[in-house]
């Protein structure tokens, strides 16, 4: 029963999913691009850093930088996990990508362990809500210790401790294995690292775009270019295209679309319905006793 109901779920979150995310506060999704895609892009990262290769690179506003990007933004294999955990409510309030070139061990390497959100951590109290999901694409090969990986303490979103120093390594943390192409979805308030030795012949190259509710503003500048005017409407909803002056079906003019969102601000309700396996197997069932 329960592979059934993982592969009537196409894209959204399964219950296992949901509860390795939950517990883990993050959820590994392998392939969610392919290699060749993974390829393209770490091409794109190596372009825009061609100036500085030599050291360690990010990058924000992604989107303005190469529209090669923007073919993430609506991915069947993340978008639906995404909506199924904060709703259609979203857009992307911050993006960059980085490149790890290895570098030579430092006695006191520093993780900078942290939790992402900024004053977002310092202003909500413990237990602070869940209100993004930051998701990594990891472009290169990670399957071996010491490559770059982004290191995870499981579980911490759940607590309320401080982040180690930034060059301890504390018990329980441990580094996340990629392959190229896929993507880590991580609960904004897991403690991770910032950045991870690279001791491998492989330079690391990831992107990263965070995934919030549209009443929170951008995390780093966020450019839209022209060519964005011809997205798709939930593109548009993604980059924050959207964004009527809604009037509370005729009741009440002058709110923002953004705290009152009509189903132009929101095509992403519109969409193919996110809702669980189970459902569509009612309807399913319903639709052959009607037939
Ligand atoms: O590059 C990484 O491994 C993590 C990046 C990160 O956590 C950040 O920039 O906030």
Avoid at 164 to 188: C, N, R, S
Avoid at 223 to 236: A, K
Avoid at 252 to 264: C, D, N, Q, V
Wanted: with cysteine; charged share 20%.
């Amino acid at each position: 029963m329960a592979t059934e109901m993982k592969t009537l779920q196409p894209g959204g979150l399964s219950a296992e999913e949901k509860a390795d995310f939950q517990t883990e506060g993050f959820l590994h999704i392998r392939g969610a691009i392919s290699s060749d895609k993974a390829a393209h892009l770490s091409r794109m990262i190596d372009t825009h850093t061609a100036d500085e290769p030599d050291s360690i690179q990010n990058r924000t506003d992604v989107f303005s930088i190469d529209p090669a990007f923007l073919n993430l933004v609506d991915l069947p294999q993340i978008l639906p996990k995404v909506r199924d955990i904060l709703g259609d409510n979203i857009w992307i309030n911050h993006t960059h990508f980085n490149r790890n070139p290895a570098l030579p061990p430092e006695e006191d390497w520093s993780y900078f362990w942290h939790r992402d959100g900024g004053a977002v951590v310092d202003d909500l109290p413990f237990p602070a809500p869940l209100v993004f999901i930051k998701v990594g694409f990891y472009l290169t090969d990670l399957s071996e210790a010491d490559s770059g990986q982004t290191h995870v303490i499981p579980g911490s979103h759940r607590r309320p401790e401080a982040p180690p120093a930034p060059h301890e390594f504390p018990a329980g943390a441990v580094p996340i294995k990629t392959q190229p192409g896929d993507a880590i979805l991580y609960d904004y308030r897991v403690i991770h690292s910032l950045q991870s030795p690279n001791s491998s012949p492989t330079i690391r190259r990831a992107v990263f775009l965070q995934y919030a509710y549209r009443w929170i503003q951008p995390l780093s500048s966020f450019s839209i270019l022209p060519y964005m005017e011809n997205c798709s409407p939930i593109r548009r909803q993604l980059l924050g295209l959207t964004r009527t002056e809604s009037n509370l079906a005729g009741r009440a003019k002058g709110r923002s679309g953004l705290f009152y969102p009509t189903k132009e601000d929101v095509p992403l309700r519109g969409a193919s319905p996110k809702k669980t396996g189970l459902k569509k197997l009612i309807w399913q069932a319903m639709q052959t006793l009607r037939s």
